[in-house]
């Protein structure tokens, strides 16, 4: 079964600073996905990662992906308020059934 | 805006009623995904639809109906809910698993409130 963690589970971020923040899964994944949730919103798709060694970065979020330690990272630059929001990492497996797992969710506060 | 739209965005229900949740793109996409979200919790896989055939079925109870009358359609019948049925419910949207490299759109949700 495909496990997917993430970590920390909430952090409470001040403006400015940087941060990194982890998805780890259990098992062989094709592609990994960063989605962002606001408050009672849908999911907005932030980075798709396919293979070992991407990297992909959107103003100040920057997401890499390492196959071999079944490890993403997204980290984030001089943070600010507009980042609050919970996080989500997700991961499928190839095939015409395949579907995603989700992992718990980070929630992201900026504090002045 | 999202390219995925559902409605009703909000609905409220009581345990004996039958209403539906609907939702409809059009990107060309040919799967079509129902997930639950419960507050501060991750979406729950319940049906996947691929080139409108249902492919999964997250053993869901049958008081949840999913129907995909074409391709860029997808309902979901809800009969005789029980309180703990209410929550966010998403739909999604992607290319079908195998040719796959783009994410999955997601809709902006129906809140459904059971009575």
């Known amino acids: 079964e495909l496990k997917v963690e993430q970590n920390p589970l909430f952090l409470s971020m001040q403006e400015g600073k940087n941060y990194t923040i982890y998805c780890n899964y259990s098992?062989?994944?094709?592609?990994l996905y960063w989605y962002r949730q606001d408050p009672g919103k849908s999911l907005e798709s932030l980075f798709v990662?396919?293979?070992?060694?991407a990297v992909k970065q959107e103003g100040r979020l920057m997401a890499s992906l390492d196959t071999k330690a079944r490890l993403s990272t997204l980290h984030i630059t001089a943070a600010v308020h507009d980042l609050s929001a919970t996080y989500f990492c997700?991961?499928?497996?190839?095939?015409?059934?395949?579907?995603?797992?989700f992992g718990k969710g980070i929630t992201l506060s900026v504090r002045p | 805006d999202t390219e995925v739209t559902q409605t009703p965005k909000h609905l409220v229900m009581g345990m004996t009623n039958k209403k539906s949740l609907k939702c409809e793109q059009h990107?060309?996409?040919?799967?079509m995904y129902w997930y639950k979200q419960k507050a501060k919790k991750p979406p729950e896989l319940m049906f996947v639809?691929?080139?409108?055939?249902?492919?999964i079925n997250e053993s869901v109870p049958s008081r949840f109906s999913p129907e995909c009358p074409n391709s860029s359609l997808l309902n979901l019948h809800l009969h005789a809910l029980q309180p703990e049925d209410s929550a966010l419910y998403l739909c999604?949207?992607?290319?079908?698993?195998?040719?796959?490299?783009?994410?999955?759109?997601f809709g902006d949700g129906t809140r459904l409130s059971i009575l």
């Open positions: 639809y691929s080139y409108e055939k249902l492919s």
């Open positions: 990662l396919l293979s070992n060694g």
């Open positions: 990107m060309g996409h040919r799967a």
């Open positions: 098992t062989t994944s094709d592609r």
């Open positions: 999604a949207s992607s290319t079908p698993g195998g040719l796959r490299n783009q994410p999955q759109h």
């Open positions: 997700a991961v499928d497996r190839a095939g015409a059934n395949s579907k995603l797992t």
